[in-house]
């Protein structure tokens, strides 16, 4: 009778402690609201509960369905730069501190928009001299997803010496100049990772639509289906053994011979990479890092991406502009999209020598232009002239 009642008060506690309203993450001390568009805000909460919002002089009411799921839209605002309170009402309630209202961004991408101020051109005077406590950046943990998730974790922050570094430094130069020339504050999402592809930010339901992206999901069903987490570790396990032997071997001659004959130790084999955990999957990176974000408010989008996409330049005419639209759709705005063409690294590359072989680095760079062009709303930031031919990063993020 005891271990029952204690299985039910703690099944009791817990169902109420769930029930209680709650916001995702990307709604936290010290966001940025978009100004001058109507601003969703939701959350979850107990079935039927009545949920207040109250923000800058609004109040809205409703009541969370049957799933728990509920959602507000506050009223266009204009930019204001004083710190406000934002509170959330029900059985319990949730305030948030340090809330202005400006422009907002999303930064997505691979490794050129995950780049860091700290690793840019003439870091250190871009380091001590932030002071920007307008200019905010809330940085997506990077996970990967089979199914479109609710949250994310992360965190606003305020740009100042002590945050500044680790901010994507193409998002931070990008708002910063937003913030001088708009004179209203600035709030950047970063969601990006290094080596990724475009169809990984694009929702499976989209890809399914594109002709070109057929094959594509074909093959990676097909990894899938296949794959035999036990064998690929042994595999690896086994390919492990025999690097390190020879690693060994190679090292021992080494040292008996002359600096200019010595043997390059070659690299250690790869782990097997679990098709579904792996950030290259379709949409896997859209599900994760994308949708549990939309529908926040937003003026637009920056992107700089395309070099994992290079061997299949040709495709991306079709996947560039079918993310574009899908991202659009989603949060039903035909919001501004500004990308960051590929930098003059491709030249240096074997491939671009080769007689007869197409430039398949130029071929990316003319299927953003074609982006471009084409879609309504869609800028393109060309950098030819201030890449690095021999450096994909280049450091003049500036």
Same mark, same amino acid.
């Given at each position: 009778?005891?271990?029952?009642?204690?299985?039910? %008060?703690?099944?009791?506690?817990?169902?109420?402690?769930?029930?209680?309203?709650?916001?995702?993450?990307?709604?936290?001390?010290?966001?940025?609201?978009?100004?001058?568009?109507?601003?969703?805000?939701?959350?979850?909460?107990?079935?039927?509960?009545?949920? %207040?919002?109250?923000?800058?002089?609004?109040?809205?009411?409703?009541?969370?369905?049957?799933?728990?799921?509920?959602?507000?839209?506050?009223?266009?605002?204009?930019?204001?730069?004083?710190?406000?309170? +934002?509170?959330?009402?029900?059985?319990?309630?949730?305030?948030?501190?340090?809330?202005?209202?400006?422009?907002?961004?999303?930064?997505?991408?691979?490794?050129?928009?995950?780049?860091?101020?700290?690793?840019?051109?003439?870091?250190?005077?871009?380091?001590?001299?932030?002071?920007?406590?307008?200019?905010?950046?809330?940085?997506?943990?990077?996970? %990967?997803?089979?199914?479109?998730?609710?949250?994310?974790?992360?965190?606003?922050?305020?740009?100042?010496?002590?945050?500044?570094?680790?901010?994507?430094?193409?998002?931070?130069?990008?708002?910063?100049?937003?913030?001088?020339?708009?004179?209203?504050?600035?709030? +950047?999402?970063?969601?990006?990772?290094?080596?990724?592809?475009?169809?990984?930010?694009?929702?499976?339901?989209?890809?399914?639509?594109?002709?070109?992206?057929?094959?594509?999901?074909?093959?990676?069903?097909?990894?899938?289906?296949?794959?035999?987490?036990?064998?690929?570790?042994?595999?690896?396990?086994?390919?492990?053994?025999?690097?390190?032997?020879?690693?060994?071997?190679?090292?021992?001659?080494?040292?008996? +011979?002359?600096?200019?004959?010595?043997?390059?130790?070659?690299?250690?084999?790869?782990?097997?990479?679990?098709?579904?955990?792996?950030?290259?999957?379709?949409?896997?990176?859209?599900?994760?890092?994308?949708?549990?974000?939309?529908?926040?408010?937003?003026?637009?989008?920056?992107?700089?991406?395309?070099?994992?996409?290079?061997?299949?330049?040709?495709?991306?005419?079709?996947?560039?502009?079918?993310?574009?639209?899908?991202?659009?759709?989603?949060?039903?705005?035909?919001?501004?999209?500004?990308?960051?063409?590929?930098?003059?690294?491709?030249?240096? +590359?074997?491939?671009?020598?080769?007689?007869?072989?197409?430039?398949?680095?130029?071929?990316?760079?003319?299927?953003?232009?074609?982006?471009?062009?084409?879609?309504?709303?869609?800028?393109?930031?060309?950098?030819?002239?201030?890449?690095?031919?021999?450096?994909?990063?280049?450091?003049?993020?500036?």
């Amino acid at each position: 009778m005891k271990l029952f009642l204690h299985c039910f %008060t703690l099944s009791f506690l817990t169902g109420f402690a769930l029930a209680d309203v709650s916001l995702p993450v990307i709604f936290s001390d010290n966001l940025v609201l978009q100004q001058g568009k109507p601003v969703p805000v939701w959350g979850s909460a107990a079935v039927d509960e009545d949920v %207040t919002v109250r923000f800058a002089g609004q109040t809205q009411v409703t009541r969370a369905d049957l799933d728990g799921k509920w959602r507000v839209t506050l009223d266009p605002m204009a930019a204001n730069a004083q710190p406000q309170e +934002l509170t959330v009402s029900g059985k319990n309630t949730v305030t948030l501190k340090n809330l202005l209202i400006g422009e907002v961004w999303v930064c997505s991408g691979q490794s050129n928009m995950q780049w860091t101020v700290s690793q840019s051109g003439n870091a250190e005077q871009e380091i001590a001299g932030a002071n920007s406590p307008q200019i905010r950046m809330f940085g997506v943990e990077r996970a %990967t997803g089979m199914t479109p998730a609710t949250d994310v974790k992360g965190s606003w922050k305020e740009a100042n010496p002590a945050n500044v570094g680790s901010f994507s430094a193409v998002a931070y130069f990008y708002g910063r100049h937003l913030h001088q020339v708009l004179k209203v504050p600035v709030g +950047l999402i970063n969601t990006s990772w290094g080596g990724t592809r475009v169809e990984a930010w694009t929702s499976r339901e989209s890809l399914e639509e594109r002709p070109c992206a057929a094959q594509m999901l074909s093959d990676w069903d097909g990894i899938r289906q296949s794959w035999d987490q036990a064998a690929e570790t042994a595999k690896f396990e086994a390919a492990k053994v025999a690097w390190q032997a020879e690693s060994k071997k190679i090292s021992e001659e080494n040292a008996k +011979l002359p600096a200019d004959q010595k043997k390059k130790v070659p690299p250690a084999p790869r782990p097997p990479d679990d098709p579904n955990k792996t950030p290259h999957h379709p949409a896997v990176l859209f599900n994760a890092m994308v949708a549990p974000l939309i529908p926040y408010a937003v003026q637009g989008a920056i992107w700089y991406q395309g070099e994992s996409n290079q061997k299949r330049a040709f495709q991306y005419q079709e996947l560039l502009p079918n993310m574009i639209n899908d991202w659009r759709t989603r949060w039903n705005d035909p919001f501004s999209f500004y990308i960051v063409q590929l930098a003059s690294f491709g030249n240096s +590359l074997p491939i671009a020598k080769e007689p007869g072989i197409a430039d398949t680095w130029a071929e990316l760079q003319e299927a953003q232009y074609l982006t471009a062009i084409t879609l309504p709303k869609v800028g393109l930031a060309v950098t030819n002239d201030i890449g690095e031919e021999k450096n994909i990063h280049p450091k003049n993020k500036q």
